[in-house]
């Protein structure tokens, strides 16, 4: 079961600028600033009420978010949701019929792990499952 919005995330061209507009928006700096190698991108975390901002920015040419520039303008690029039970969710949903880009949920930013779904049967929405790892 979805429990709340956990982050939205914005593609980025430059985290430095986006980091100053969002800190004026949001009257707060990024509590976090962190690499996802994996991912090939540097995030940027601002709370914001009881859910984030996560603003993203490609390390590399070949990342999603990269790639998603390229077709894109710097935007909103997905929109996670927290879960208690990731491996449940991610079963119930492919019982549903819902696609998944990540069949096992990976290591994702900010101490979560992460599956996504594949925006063909989401109404071109790419959604992502967050749910907090033990610490």
Do not use: W
Request: net charge negative; with cysteine; hydrophobic share 40%.
């Amino acid at each position: 079961m979805l429990n709340k919005i956990e982050h939205l995330g914005i593609a980025v061209k430059d985290l430095a600028t986006s980091e100053k507009i969002f800190t004026d928006l949001l009257g707060v700096q990024p509590y976090k600033r962190e690499e996802v190698e994996s991912e090939h991108v540097i995030t940027s975390f601002f709370q914001c009420g009881e859910s984030k901002i996560e603003l993203l920015q490609a390390t590399s040419p070949d990342s999603a978010i990269a790639k998603f520039l390229d077709k894109n303008r710097e935007g909103i690029h997905h929109i996670a949701f927290d879960v208690s039970d990731i491996f449940a969710e991610i079963d119930r949903l492919k019982s549903l019929g819902y696609e998944m880009i990540h069949e096992k949920p990976k290591d994702g930013a900010d101490n979560k792990l992460i599956a996504f779904l594949h925006p063909k049967t989401t109404n071109s929405v790419l959604v992502e499952l967050c749910q907090e790892k033990s610490k």
